[in-house]
């Protein structure tokens, strides 16, 4: 059994920085570790996903500004968030896949933290 709990969420002022922490407890192996958000009134989507080898990838509307990162030895991942927007207002979620092709597909994604909520005003 594998638990993800996420922190680091509040709120900011357009422009601003905000780094979500998701510590994951239990059995640690993983194929994909994942960031997705959803926000009021829409579906939950993908922001970032990493494989186990490092290697990343994130989508269209926060590249350049969201890094995916992780720190093997703590169990964490990481999602550095700057020049905030605010739609990107949300409750953000960590995910893990056991195997799989670490996609963006939702379905992929085996273990979900209960979310952790980013508010930016304007």
């Known amino acids: 059994q594998v638990q993800l709990v996420e922190s680091g969420g509040g709120s900011a002022q357009a422009g601003g920085s905000l780094r979500l922490s998701c510590v994951a407890s239990?059995?640690?192996?993983?194929?994909?570790m994942a960031w997705f958000r959803q926000a009021p009134g829409k579906e939950r989507e993908v922001v970032a996903v990493?494989?186990?080898?490092?290697?990343?990838s994130v989508v269209a509307p926060v590249k350049g500004r969201f890094t995916i990162s992780k720190d093997n030895a703590k169990n964490t991942l990481y999602l550095q968030m700057n020049s905030l927007k605010p739609e990107d207002t949300a409750m953000y979620y960590c995910?893990?896949?056991?195997?799989?092709?670490?996609?963006?597909?939702?379905?992929?994604?085996?273990?979900w933290g209960q979310g952790t909520q980013v508010t930016v005003g304007s």
């Open positions: 239990g059995n640690t192996d993983y194929n994909c």
């Open positions: 990493m494989d186990s080898n490092g290697a990343t």
């Open positions: 995910a893990r896949a056991l195997w799989g092709s670490c996609s963006w597909r939702q379905a992929e994604y085996n273990y």
